[in-house]
T-cell receptor, first 113, second 112 residues
Framework: KAGVTQTPRYLIKTRGQQVTLSCSPI?????VSWYQQTPGQGLQFLFE???????NKGNFPGRFSGRQFSNSRSEMNVSTLELGDSALYLC????????????FGPGTRLLVL | GENVEQHPSTLSVQEGDSAVIKCTYS??????FPWYKQELGKRPQLIID?????GEKKDQRIAVTLNKTAKHFSLHITETQPEDSAVYFC???????????FGKGTLLTVNP
């Protein structure tokens, strides 16, 4: 089976712009979670989607949003970008929710100038 | 919400020595505890996990122990090799909230 894929792999944006990142889970996986990884804060949970519904949300401002499609692919959007949004954004998929192994994608590295 | 503390933040060992990384969690309802290894520039990869109905699990040179009473779990790597050098993350999830909460990571360096 193909692994989790994310596009694009790299992005450079300027402050105030918005960005959309995409995640394709492993075939058959229905849960997709998003994480922000920075050197100082480690892996911070953004949100989780299961069956096209957001099931969990982390402590991030409303500028961070996401959605999941009927084929389980997920997108996350960040509006009004700030310098502090520069990070590696990882998505992870699992078969179901809770206690299931999460498989990570390669990440999208976002740089905000 | 769940809080996971991980220690140490950096660990340097000689090849062949053992390495131990410790994590504590706050939510007594947590019942799933995975460990991930992330090499430089790569994605995190699951190396071992343990569930709350088990006290210890082993996979070749890697073992994880869980003490539910103390809300504490540890990763043990024996006979370390240079290719074990990476950042290791512990995590916890369970209860009514399936969110996976990660520790801040341990940078393990194995010196040849």
């Amino acid at each position: 089976k193909a692994g989790v894929t994310q596009t694009p792999r790299y992005l450079i944006k300027t402050r105030g712009q918005q960005v959309t990142l995409s995640c394709s889970p492993i075939s058959g996986h229905r849960s997709v979670s998003w994480y922000q990884q920075t050197p100082g804060q480690g892996l911070q949970f953004l949100f989780e989607y299961f069956s096209e519904t957001q099931r969990n949300k982390g402590n991030f401002p409303g500028r961070f949003s996401g959605r999941q499609f009927s084929n389980s692919r997920s997108e996350m959007n960040v509006s009004t970008l700030e310098l502090g949004d520069s990070a590696l954004y990882l998505c992870a998929s699992s078969l179901y929710r809770g206690g299931e192994t999460q498989y990570f994608g390669p990440g999208t590295r976002l740089l905000v100038l | 919400g769940e809080n996971v503390e991980q220690h140490p933040s950096t660990l340097s060992v000689q090849e062949g020595d053992s390495a131990v990384i410790k994590c504590t969690y706050s939510d007594s309802a947590s019942n799933y505890f995975p460990w991930y290894k992330q090499e430089l520039g790569k994605r995190p990869q699951l190396i071992i996990d343990i569930r709350s109905n088990v006290g210890e699990k082993k996979d070749q040179r890697i073992a994880v122990t869980l003490n539910k009473t103390a809300k504490h779990f540890s990763l043990h790597i024996t006979e370390t090799q240079p290719e074990d050098s990476a950042v290791y993350f512990c995590a916890a999830s369970g209860g009514s909230n399936y969110k996976l909460t990660f520790g801040k990571g341990t940078l393990l360096t194995v010196n040849p």
